[in-house]
């Protein structure tokens, strides 16, 4: 148990921590709100002894800041005499767990100390047994759009800027369960329950049936987690029945998971692009993926994220954003696709950029069937 004695007198401060280290605590003091902070900062607490009146910040702030940072660590607030009205907002608020007036003796300090650990563990037990099952009906839900088939992937057109003819689709994940539904979700509960490789392995299948049913000189772009691209005998494995339509096949990564920090993703990379497999760089400009991807990945396609293309018709400096991706696009041998577009006034700006694809609503929704 580490406990944070917070208290501008030396004499109660060893007479604490005497007391505490009897009883087996590890004591870390601080002898004023500036010291106390920085303790914070560097360790965490199981509890913590805070005098009011202390060289600033005082005590309540203190306390306050605690909370936020270490939000399990039981706040003890100690004073002789006390700012009623303030300390009352900050009980209310629920910034201080405890209240023991000075002076005390020490036997009040350690029952007040021992009730609320002994509150904290009931809650955290109430708590934990909860967020079990949750998390075991969602392991259920997830098992069961396996077994019973119920994820699917709907088609969105990419079609050519210039002639508005349809090149290929986007395999979008798409959930017919009642509750896991979103793609969202099913991709957060794939990542808690340790199936993305399973739910990469659905998607491969369904990719798999749509390339039989799409004419045959039709694209299929399909969207990769990063994770499941540090397993390279599973990547081998999953895509191995799709090597003979290699050529069709896009493969889009994003980079919500921060895909360059992870260490083996490279060997995947570089075996599905020697297969034939072409990548694609998704939600550039969100955010996610950083400019090194572009340097890294050498994508056949870079689509720009709809941030960047919602009324890129009106705002300047995205159309020189777009110009400079169409520019480096030229010069790797990438192709731009915008997504997201839903005007016409978005979808005839991409065109005076020479951006080489678009996709978005104005052309086509994501649809199950063709
Ligand atoms: O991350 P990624 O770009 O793969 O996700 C695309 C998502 O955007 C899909 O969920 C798709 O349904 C949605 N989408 C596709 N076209 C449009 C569009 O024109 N407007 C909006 N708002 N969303 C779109
Ligand atoms: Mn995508």
Redesign the pocket.
């Known amino acids: 148990m580490r406990i944070l004695v917070v208290e501008d007198d030396a004499n109660l401060r060893s007479v604490l921590r005497a007391a505490m280290e009897r009883k087996g605590c590890e004591i870390e003091e601080a002898c004023g709100g500036a010291e106390a902070l920085r303790q914070i900062g560097r360790k965490a607490f199981d509890a913590a002894i805070v005098d009011y009146h202390l060289p600033p910040p005082d005590g309540l702030e203190v306390l306050r800041q605690l909370r936020a940072a270490q939000p399990r660590c039981v706040r003890v607030l100690m004073s002789g005499a006390l700012d009623l009205p303030v300390v009352m907002a900050a009980v209310n608020r629920g910034e201080v767990t405890r209240l023991v007036a000075k002076p005390f003796h020490l036997d009040a300090l350690f029952s007040a100390l021992e009730e609320a650990l002994t509150e904290r563990a009931r809650l955290e037990e109430i708590y934990g047994r909860a967020h079990q099952e949750v998390l075991e009906r969602q392991r259920r839900e997830l098992e069961l759009c396996f077994s019973d088939c119920l994820l699917k992937l709907?088609v969105?057109p990419l079609v050519d800027a210039a002639s508005g003819a349809v090149e290929g689709y986007?395999g979008?994940?798409r959930s017919r369960h009642p509750s896991l539904n979103s793609?969202v979700s099913v991709i957060a509960a794939a990542e808690a329950h340790g199936m993305l490789g399973r739910l990469a392995d659905r998607v491969a299948t369904a990719a798999a049936d749509w390339l039989r049913e799409l004419p045959p000189q039709r694209t299929l772009f399909i969207?990769a987690h990063p994770g499941e691209l540090a397993d390279l005998a599973a990547v081998q494995r999953r895509f191995a029945s799709l090597l003979p339509s290699a050529n069709r096949l896009v493969i889009?990564i994003?980079e919500?998971s921060n895909v360059l920090e992870q260490t083996d993703w490279r060997a995947a990379i570089e075996w599905l692009s020697d297969a034939g497999f072409r990548i694609a760089i998704?939600?550039l400009g969100?955010g996610y993926n950083s400019l090194s991807v572009l340097a890294e990945l050498q994508p056949a396609f870079m689509?720009v994220?709809?941030s960047i293309?919602?009324n890129i018709d009106r705002e300047e400096r995205k159309q020189r954003l777009v110009e400079l991706l169409t520019r480096f696009a030229q010069a790797t041998d990438s192709r731009v696709v915008l997504?997201?577009?839903?005007t016409e006034a978005e979808a005839s700006t991409a065109r005076r950029l020479d951006v080489d694809l678009l996709?978005?609503?104005?052309?086509g929704?994501?649809s199950l069937t063709l």
């Open positions: 709907a969105q986007e979008l994940l793609p969207n889009e994003t919500r998704d939600d969100s689509k994220d709809m293309v919602r997504e997201g577009i839903e996709q978005g609503y104005l052309f929704r994501p």
